[in-house]
């Protein structure tokens, strides 16, 4: 089992930047992709960023975040990041990070989900 957790979601103004972490933790594991996905309420959660476990690998982004939010990770510490900038109020929303993640013993890789965190761009 692999926990992800979440942090750094919050209040800011337009304009402004946050920074959310995601740490991947539990059993012996590794993990390939992980990334960041974003779900208004009564909406599709859609996809945000997403980043391969690659050294090099290139990020992709969702057009309506590119130039402003970049993704990036530490592959030793099990954890994604995602740099928000130049935030918009229609940035609004609970953030998510995912891993692909296969515990020890097993033979296929999994989706495992953070518990989300709110970012609120409201002056």
């Known amino acids: 089992q692999v926990q992800l957790v979440e942090s750094g979601g919050g209040l800011v103004q337009p304009g402004g930047s946050l920074r959310l972490s995601c740490a991947a933790s539990g059993s012996r594991f590794s993990i390939n992709n992980m990334g960041w996905y974003r779900q208004a309420p009564g909406k599709e959660r859609v996809l945000v960023a997403t980043?391969?476990?690659?050294?090099?690998?290139?990020?992709n982004y969702a057009d309506s975040v590119k130039g402003r939010f970049t993704i990036s990770r530490d592959n030793a510490k099990n954890t994604v990041f995602l740099q928000m900038n130049s935030l918009k109020p229609y940035d609004t929303t609970v953030y998510y990070c995912?891993?692909?993640?296969?515990?020890?013993?097993?033979?296929?890789?999994?989706?495992?989900w953070g518990q989300g965190t709110q970012v609120t761009v409201s002056s």
């Open positions: 995912y891993a692909f993640a296969r515990p020890f013993g097993f033979s296929s890789y999994t989706q495992n």
């Open positions: 980043i391969s476990s690659s050294i090099g690998g290139r990020p």
